[in-house]
């Protein structure tokens, strides 16, 4: 069954794959292309079929010079999937199909598989295992981030190039980390063009897949049309690490105190992480209310397929 699923899934996982997977960056080579569900005509039904709730049309703006291509959110109500996938391939819109890898069966049967076979070669179970399928314009580009669940990027179709920075406090400060885990939707990093000179770079080539050390920080930059999965999952490691750091955000807001996860004994850990859990469930962090804009509509007729609109907030 192992040899199996692995070689449905992965052409060459080596030993030395099975070795650094979660504690280094590493590539592989998937086969995720053969299961006809990447071309345009299947990902235009996709877009037909998902909810709406669970579709983010964006571009990018450029308002502060801190957080350079921030995405702005587009109403793409009016146009069908096709439509959807010509915009991609012409403007400057970035569509994130989020959870399709779990919603539909024929997606969901592959992301099992997928899970299956890193669960077997690895033997560690990932829990809450999500997908969703990036349909990306040429000159997208994801600013730099982090994402506080284990991420994996499955690349697909078309050509990126991916910078993956160390994991230290340099690159994301503590505070910037609490900042990602209490507000859901803001989870930009501050970033400046000379922490490149830190960062690790990869083209991606179609049909590879890369991941890396949990949290650390990364931005994309396409160089095509692109097609990409991208799947998240929790570990133990991530859900500890996440409850101490909503802990520490709590202590932050109430009363000031800064402390830092670097230099915190595991005692201090493990307390922090249960009241992480109950402090979680009482709601006792503030998250300011972030209002999702919308401030462009995907219209066929106009120039990239971009219309500026009066801004309102997101009613779909
Ligand atoms: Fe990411």
Redesign the pocket.
Known sequence: MESDLKSQIFQNWTDEHTNIFGKDIMTVRHNLADTGLFTDEALADLLDKHPTQKVDVCTMGNADPRFPNKFMTGDFRDCDGKTLMNAAKAGAVWINVREAMNVHPEYKKVLDKMYGAIEQITSRPPFNARGGILISSPIAKVPY?C?QTE?ILWHIRGKKRIYIYPTSEEFMSDEDYQNIITQDREDDVPYSKDMDASARAFDLAEGEMISWRLNAP?RVDNQSFCVSV?TEYSTRESAFKNSVMFTNAVLRQRFGVKSRWSSASMPEKYTKSLAGHILRKVGAYKTPIGEDMVTFKVDPQADGYIAKIDPFVRNF
């Open positions: 981030h994402d991420t990364h991208t």
